[in-house]
């Protein structure tokens, strides 16, 4: 059975600072994996998917990496910005998605 | 371009009561279609899906169900709501010819019991 795991829970940085959020995962059998954000009692908003022959994808500041022989995905955000601050969560598709339980970011002026 | 809509957003409805919610794709033909629940303090828990009309396949026991009466629709439907169904309900639509297509979210509803 897959379980995905994100740590820390919550961050809590300064602006402008580079940050990674991690993201584990069990069985590396899946298709590939999809980082989001979701906004305070919003839906959710698909930022990056690796595709399980890949190793990262990148848009503007954001850059994800995958590594399924360790189990491990990470989200880099660089020179983070106040309007980053949301909740980040990853998901493993393995015919279906698998989500973590989410990292809370505030990114303070 | 291909476009989700849920509604409503906001929903508060007594113990014991019907729900119906709503879920539309529009831009795309058979299209994948998931409902998921957020619980607080829980994470994404995927409830049902479908790959095509009339099919529907459940993930977890529950006292919900789902439906697809045409090919962009998408309902979830209680007889009679309990507590525990309150949460954060949310669509999502995938391209339905392979399984690493990416997954597309609504705005979701948030369904409260009393």
């Known amino acids: 059975k897959q379980e995905v795991t994100q740590i820390p829970a919550a961050l809590s940085v300064p602006e402008g600072e580079n940050l990674v959020l991690n993201c584990s995962f069990t069985d590396s059998a899946i298709y590939n994996l999809q980082w989001f954000r979701q906004d305070p009692g919003k839906g959710l908003t698909s930022l990056l998917l690796i595709q399980s022959s890949q190793r990262e994808q990148t848009s503007g500041r954001l850059n994800a990496s995958l590594d399924k022989s360790s189990g491990r995905s990470t989200l880099y955000i660089a020179a983070s910005q106040p309007g980053d601050s949301a909740t980040y969560l990853c998901?493993?598709?393995?015919?279906?998605?698998?989500f973590g339980q989410g990292t809370t970011l505030q990114v303070k002026p | 371009s291909q476009t989700i809509h849920q509604w409503p957003a906001t929903l508060v409805q007594p113990v014991g009561s019907p729900l119906s919610l709503e879920c539309t794709v529009e831009g795309t033909s058979n299209p994948n279609l998931y409902w998921y629940r957020q619980a607080a303090g829980r994470g994404l828990q995927l409830l049902f899906y479908?790959?095509?009309?009339?099919?529907i396949s459940s993930e977890v026991p529950q006292n919900l169900s789902a439906s697809r009466p045409q090919d962009r629709q998408f309902i979830l439907s209680s007889k009679k709501l309990l507590l525990s169904d309150s949460g954060f309900y949310l669509c999502?639509?995938?391209?339905?010819?392979?399984?690493?297509?990416?997954?597309?979210f609504g705005d979701g509803t948030r369904l409260s019991i009393l």
């Open positions: 998901a493993c598709n393995t015919g279906k998605l698998i």
């Open positions: 479908s790959v095509g009309i009339g099919q």
């Open positions: 999502a639509w995938s391209t339905g010819t392979a399984s690493n297509q990416p997954q597309h």
